[in-house]
C-alpha cells in the first residue's frame, strides 16, 4: 500500500516542550514538504527538502527545525520557540521534476496544553 | 474533526446538479495547477490537474478550467453527490520552484 503517513495523529504538547511530528513516504519520490493549516487560510509552508540531506526554509521557518537523513522520511520538530504551534500539519511529497503533483499525508493535529 | 474551515466561502448545492467552484490565482508566471479535495480531519486528496498550455481537462466527473487572461481557475463538479461535501482548493506552482502557493478553500455542502 503505498503513500505517505504521519503519526501521530493527534499530540498534545505542554509549553516550553519540543516535539517531533513523523512523516514518511514510500512513493520513492525525492521532495518532501511540510504546511501548516490554520482555520481559513491557505496552507503556509515550513520547509522543503529536494533531496537528502538538503533541505530549504519556506514561508514560516520560525521555531521548526527539519532532518532528511533517509529519502523516505522528513521528520518535524516543533521547538518552544514557536509561539503558537496548535495547528493541524500537513506532510506532503512530490517527484523531483518540477510541474509536478504534491501528495498528501493524513495530518497531525498538534494542540498546546 | 479539524475545523480547518471555519471562515470560508460556503457553495450549496442540491444533490444531482452541478457544482462550479473558482479560484483566483496570483502569479502570471504559475504554470501548473491544481485542485484538492480535503474533508475534515483529513489530509488533502488530488482530484485534477491542469499545465498553463491547456484551457481546459476533463476527469471524472470533474472539469477544470483555466482562463490565463485573468488568471482564474474553475473546477465542475458533474451530478454532486454527498460524498462530495468537503472544502476544495486551488493551486499554483511558479515555474521550476517546486514551491506551491494555496488558496484558502471553498465549502462544498451538498443538499439531500
Known amino acids: 500500500d503505498g503513500g505517505i503517513t504521519q503519526s501521530p495523529k493527534y499530540l498534545f504538547r505542554k509549553e516550553g516542550q519540543n516535539v517531533t511530528l513523523s512523516c514518511e513516504q514510500n512513493l520513492n519520490h525525492d521532495a518532501m514538504y511540510w504546511y501548516r493549516q490554520d482555520p481559513g487560510q491557505g496552507l503556509r509552508l515550513i520547509y522543503y527538502?529536494?533531496?537528502?540531506?538538503?533541505?530549504q526554509k519556506g514561508d514560516i521557518a520560525e521555531g521548526y527545525s527539519v532532518s532528511r537523513e533517509k529519502k523516505e522520511s522528513f521528520p518535524l520538530t516543533v521547538t518552544s520557540a514557536q509561539k503558537n504551534p496548535t495547528a493541524f500539519y500537513l506532510c506532503?511529497?512530490?517527484?523531483?521534476?518540477?510541474?509536478?503533483?504534491?501528495?498528501f499525508g493524513p495530518g497531525t493535529r498538534l494542540t498546546v496544553l | 474533526g479539524e475545523s480547518v474551515g471555519l471562515h470560508l466561502p460556503t457553495l450549496s448545492v442540491q444533490e444531482g446538479d452541478n457544482s462550479i467552484i473558482n479560484c483566483a490565482y496570483s502569479n502570471s508566471a504559475s504554470d501548473y495547477f491544481i485542485w484538492y479535495k480535503q474533508e475534515s480531519g483529513k489530509g488533502p486528496q488530488f482530484i485534477i490537474d491542469?499545465?498553463?498550455?491547456?484551457d481546459k481537462r476533463q476527469g471524472q466527473r470533474v472539469t477544470v478550467l483555466l482562463n490565463k487572461t485573468v488568471k482564474h481557475l474553475s473546477l465542475q463538479i458533474a451530478a454532486t453527490q454527498p460524498g462530495d461535501s468537503a472544502v476544495y482548493f486551488c493551486a499554483e506552482e511558479y515555474s521550476g520552484t517546486y514551491k506551491y502557493i494555496f488558496g484558502t478553500g471553498t465549502r462544498l455542502k451538498v443538499l439531500a
Open positions: 491542469i499545465r498553463s498550455n491547456m
Open positions: 506532503a511529497s512530490q517527484r523531483a521534476t518540477s510541474t509536478d503533483t504534491q501528495y
Open positions: 527538502s529536494q533531496i537528502v540531506n538538503d533541505f
